[in-house]
């Protein structure tokens, strides 16, 4: 095999593909990635059987054939290479021989691609289309807020629900977060729940414009974009009904500036960093929100925003990852901070899309 592409091109391949291979598995040809050359391009594929990736990018191929290499490897040899362009061979024994210029060259030992495995195939019910920019942000409004609790497998996924609208939910038990497209309509409701894995990689590939499509089954989704796909299996579960857990309504609502906030949060976390559980308190007074912690070992923060509140006075506690997470997945001016008492769940809100519901701390 033997072919010639743009260096920088390649290593994006590599490193968009890296993470889909595990680099400790009981089946050595896993950590590899597959490379094809075929006539005017070359394919990339890995995969760790639970998840697998493929990417085509335009090659001149002055000869043909397939190998795996070792990713880990050829993602550190790319990344030191700086030439425009990169001449790669292999040779009968799956020796890899990367040159870049006349003065640089690396050769990587691989495996033969015989028991690499085959890029499934779903037999697909379902399908839906969406703009990449869209599926991109309802992935980065929600994905934030899975559980990393092993135990609840369920809840260590993003579901996307399919009915009168396209909900994309993510929830922890503490924490949800919900991003609703109103454009996409279904008859019959649908429910899939996708491991945070394999979000992590959509989001990879969720750049530029275009069209992602999603085709599903019962056990498997698969997304394209562009030259790029992705096949998951699917958390076996059902997801809790989440709808359970939005407060229906509110006794106060206030506007806040995204920024102010955010920035109000960064710095009451500074003093709450090196504590096992961080905790903020956010006390609403006339006309003020104060937003403070304290700790022994660091010391302690206040900042005081000006809002439009004439409530009785209340003060709550809260995690400031939870709210900090959810203020930086938008990038909305002004956000709704909505409240009824200091014991029940807040929600943060943007327009009618996007939303999270935090549980406060016992204080």
């Known amino acids: 095999m033997k072919f010639q592409c743009s260096l920088s091109v390649l290593r994006e391949a590599v490193q968009m593909l890296a993470p889909v291979c595990p680099l400790r598995t009981t089946l050595p040809i896993l950590s590899n990635v597959l490379i094809r050359a075929e006539q005017g391009e070359l394919t990339l594929m890995g995969t760790d059987l639970d998840v697998s990736m493929r990417t085509t990018i335009a090659a001149e191929v002055s000869k043909t054939g397939e190998t795996t290499v070792p990713v880990r490897f050829l993602l550190d040899a790319v990344r030191r290479m700086s030439a425009e362009n990169i001449s790669v061979s292999v040779d009968d024994l799956n020796v890899m021989t990367l040159r870049a210029g006349d003065k640089v060259q690396c050769s990587l030992r691989g495996m033969a691609p015989v028991d690499f495995p085959r890029f499934p195939k779903i037999e697909a019910a379902d399908s839906v289309q969406l703009p990449v920019k869209e599926l991109n942000s309802m992935l980065r409004a929600t994905s934030y807020a899975v559980s990393r609790d092993e135990t609840r497998y369920v809840l260590n996924g993003v579901c996307f629900n399919f009915a009168e609208h396209f909900d994309v939910v993510a929830t922890d038990g503490r924490r949800l977060a919900k991003y609703t497209n109103a454009g996409i309509k279904r008859d019959e409701p649908r429910q899939i729940v996708v491991p945070s894995k394999s979000i992590t990689q959509l989001l990879q590939m969720l750049t530029g414009e275009g069209m992602a499509d999603l085709r599903f089954s019962a056990t498997q989704m698969e997304v394209t974009v562009n030259q790029t796909k992705l096949v998951t299996r699917l ?129």
Do not use: W
């Open 235 to 363: 958390v076996d579960g059902h997801y809790p009904n989440y709808t359970q857990v939005i407060p229906k309504s509110c006794q106060h609502v206030i506007v806040l500036n995204r920024r102010d906030f955010t920035n109000a949060l960064g710095l009451a976390s500074v003093v709450t960093e090196k504590t096992k559980q961080p905790v903020i308190r956010i006390t609403l007074a006339q006309q003020r929100m104060t937003i403070s912690a304290t700790t022994a070992e660091i010391g302690d923060a206040k900042d005081i925003l000006e809002v439009k509140y004439a409530g009785d006075d209340m003060e709550m506690a809260f995690n400031p990852t939870f709210l900090t997470e959810c203020c930086q997945s938008t990038d909305a001016d002004e956000i709704m901070f909505e409240v009824t008492n200091a014991a029940s769940p807040i929600v943060l809100r943007v327009g009618d899309a996007f939303l999270c519901v935090v549980m406060p701390m016992r204080l």
